[in-house]
């Protein structure tokens, strides 16, 4: 069983920047998808970004142009990087991974990995 560790997340002001990373205990440089979620108190868990093999990136629309994903399969991490955070950003991000099939051009939905990681959280103040 794959272990995603993440790290990264704190709390910040808006407009300030962090950068998470989710580590992995084996090598998945062929897993197919990777991404980010973040899930706010009372909310549903929320996709933020995924990348798949080919690292084709799709976003959803509230973090584009703020966030980028990229993964470093040399070092089996998959990082986001947040710029411009506001405080609706406040969450316990997460990310997770399958192995087969690319993400497609769409935010893959929770249901659709395999392997998820325990969450970081991330606090933006006004």
């Known amino acids: 069983q794959v272990q995603l560790v993440e790290s990264g997340g704190g709390s910040v002001q808006a407009g300030g920047s962090l950068r998470l990373s989710c580590a992995t205990s084996?090598?998945?440089?062929?897993?197919?998808?990777k991404g980010w979620f973040r899930q706010a108190p009372g909310d549903e868990r929320e996709a933020v970004a995924n990348i798949d093999r080919d690292e084709k990136t799709v976003y959803a629309s509230s973090v584009k142009g703020r966030f980028t994903v990229f993964r470093d399969d040399a070092k089996n991490v998959l990082y986001l990087q947040m710029n411009d955070l506001k405080p609706e950003d406040t969450g316990v991000y997460y990310c997770a991974t399958r192995r087969f099939y690319n993400c497609g051009w769409y935010l893959v939905t929770p249901d659709q990995y395999d392997h998820w990681g325990q969450g970081t959280q991330v606090t933006v103040s006004s």
């Open positions: 084996e090598d998945t440089r062929d897993y197919s998808c």
